[in-house]
């Protein structure tokens, strides 16, 4: 009969506790078992001493009549110097499948592809650039303006606006006449008379 030793879970739902017992190895996981050595509550801080328990004895006679442990008992074993565990090396286990190669490839080439297009695009003069119109400024209202109404507006500000007038009322008077309101329509007829 091929023994061996391993988990048996008990608990509720999320709130597992496990029994280490040695068992015929065609029984099932929670069910007939021939001898329970242990028992070992996950819930409980890896430093607390009633997280793994072990009868250090029986396992080593277990162990000595060819009762085969699994991965996490056989670390269990090896922390109370029952039996060595050797370490596990599996070099390919972080290789990516097949379909995750290609998914690289393919979005390699796409990141290539857009690269090129970027240099080629910076490359090449913007004919945006040589046909902009004249350079732009910004009035007092922070609309844009052409320069030669940027004049036209500073003109008609300036024969309107008072000495004695504030920066507040100067810049009432700007918007006005750049909205082409009462003061732009009188600082015209004066230019035209």
């Known amino acids: 009969m091929a023994t061996t030793i391993r988990l048996s879970r008990g608990g509720s739902k999320k709130r597992p506790y496990y ?8 029984s099932p996981r929670d069910g007939r078992f021939i001898e329970r050595i242990g028992s070992y509550n996950p819930l409980l801080g890896k430093d607390n001493p009633d997280r793994v328990k072990l009868d250090a004895e029986r396992a080593k006679h ?8 699994t991965d996490r008992v056989a670390r269990f074993l090896d922390a109370a110097g029952v039996k060595e565990r050797s370490a596990r090396n599996n070099p390919n286990k972080a290789v990516p499948g097949e379909k995750a190669k290609e998914r690289a490839e393919e979005k390699a080439a796409k990141l290539a592809e857009a690269e090129e297009a970027a240099a080629a695009a910076a490359a090449a003069p913007a004919p ?5 119109p004249e350079a732009a400024e910004s009035d007092a209202t922070g609309s844009v303006k052409s ?3 940027a004049e036209a507006v500073a003109d008609a500000v300036s024969e309107e606006v008072p000495a004695d007038a504030s920066a507040d009322d ?3 008077i700007a918007e006005e006449v750049a909205e082409g309101g009462p003061v732009a329509e009188a600082g015209e007829e004066k230019a035209e008379g």
């Open 128 to 132: 945006a650039e040589e046909a902009a």
């Open 19 to 26: 029994k280490i017992v040695v068992a015929d190895s065609r």
């Open 62 to 69: 277990w162990v000595s009549v060819g009762a085969q442990p």
């Open 170 to 172: 100067a810049a009432a």
């Open 147 to 149: 320069e030669e109404t």
